[in-house]
């Protein structure tokens, strides 16, 4: 027997043996925050990922500003390479300008630098993807967060029964699907600052459990 937690719309957690699920019962766009490092550590041709629904891309750095560094990826078309030039770059934010430049300069994907200087990267549309992540620049990728279909997996977490995961509030059992829903509100939870609509996306801190009782 499947039983799915249900809350005010926004998530909903399922649990499935001894794991317990957070899922989105709408669609995600994935996004990421990547923390940048000085040029001076940055080889010309390094590149990291970002995914869409619908396309993959490839941002690399074209630390000459000759253009041919270009590390052409296997499996990516001339239209996947996103060119930033960093050639007259000498801080760490300034390689961070122009790789929000480029991303903005590209179809689909959106970045914009916070205060602490880091690069916030989203996908514009929401759909199964991988979250932006690196391949050889070196820069830190935090706050991954994949792109999900409705109902994808937002974060795993296993219940505890004095600390577990969700209130309960109320249960209803649904004997033609097999099914028993719980009425609850999820606790332990830190936004993403990301929305989905007008729902905040949130994740569930991994906690130790030992099960729930009904």
Do not use: H
Not at 74 to 92: R, Y
Not at 123 to 134: F, L, Q, R
Request: aromatic share 8%.
């Amino acid at each position: 027997m499947r039983v799915k937690f249900v809350d005010d719309g926004s998530y909903f957690v399922e649990l499935d043996g001894p794991s317990v699920v957070l899922k989105s019962s709408n669609p995600i766009s994935a996004s990421a925050t990547v923390q940048v490092t000085a040029p001076a550590e940055i080889d010309d041709g390094d590149y990291f990922f970002i995914n869409t629904p619908t396309r993959n891309y490839y941002i690399w750095m074209d630390k000459s500003g000759d253009g041919t560094a270009n590390p052409n990826p296997s499996g990516f078309d001339t239209d996947s390479a996103v060119l930033v030039n960093i050639s007259s770059s000498s801080v760490a934010s300034d390689v961070a300008t122009a790789i929000q430049s480029a991303i903005n300069g590209t179809d689909g994907l959106s970045a914009t630098v916070n205060s602490d200087g880091d690069i916030e990267i989203d996908v514009d549309d929401s759909g199964t993807c991988d979250a932006p992540y690196d391949y050889n620049t070196g820069f830190n990728f935090i706050e991954q967060l994949d792109g999900e279909d409705s109902g994808g997996i937002i974060k795993s977490a296993i219940p505890n029964n004095d600390n577990s995961i969700v209130d309960i509030y109320d249960v209803a059992y649904d004997a033609s699907i097999d099914e028993m829903k719980v009425l609850c509100k999820v606790k332990d939870t830190i936004s993403l600052g990301k929305n989905v609509g007008t729902k905040t996306i949130y994740k569930v801190e991994v906690q130790t459990v030992n099960g729930f009782i009904f």
